[in-house]
């Protein structure tokens, strides 16, 4: 009875060892994991940063250029008139309601 107390006792400890060892093989594998998905959601965040920096600076770009465009039709005579809104679009001032409706006309006054 003793020897199989001890026996019981000894494959207890056994099973114990190597759930533990499962237990930290599977810990280990799950922190080299969320490690890889962090640094891919490093790299994605980095690549978005990149891409709106592009887009900042195409949006300024665009508008150097429309407030070029505006300040052409006025200085010959024209004027730019906000389809959805009626505001009379400058290179100043207004120029946000211009993006925001997007279609603008161009109207030339000949008084």
């Known amino acids: 009875p003793e020897q199989i107390e001890l ?4 494959r207890k400890r056994g099973r114990n060892k190597v759930a533990a060892q499962n237990f930290r093989k599977r ?9 890889d ?11 978005l940063t990149e891409e709106e920096n592009t887009l900042k600076k195409e949006k300024q770009r665009k ?37 925001r409706h997007i ?3 161009r109207e030339v006054r000949r008084d």
Do not use: P, W, Y
């Open 103 to 105: 279609m603008i006309t």
């Open 63 to 99: 508008l150097i250029e429309l407030a070029s465009e505006i300040r052409d039709i006025h200085n010959h005579g024209g004027e730019v008139i906000c389809r959805d809104c009626n505001k009379v679009i400058d290179a100043e001032n207004n120029i946000e309601c211009a993006i």
């Open 27 to 35: 810990k280990m594998e799950e922190v080299k994991n969320l490690e």
């Open 37 to 47: 998905k962090n640094e891919k959601t490093k790299q994605k965040n980095q690549k």
């Open 7 to 10: 026996a019981k006792g000894f």
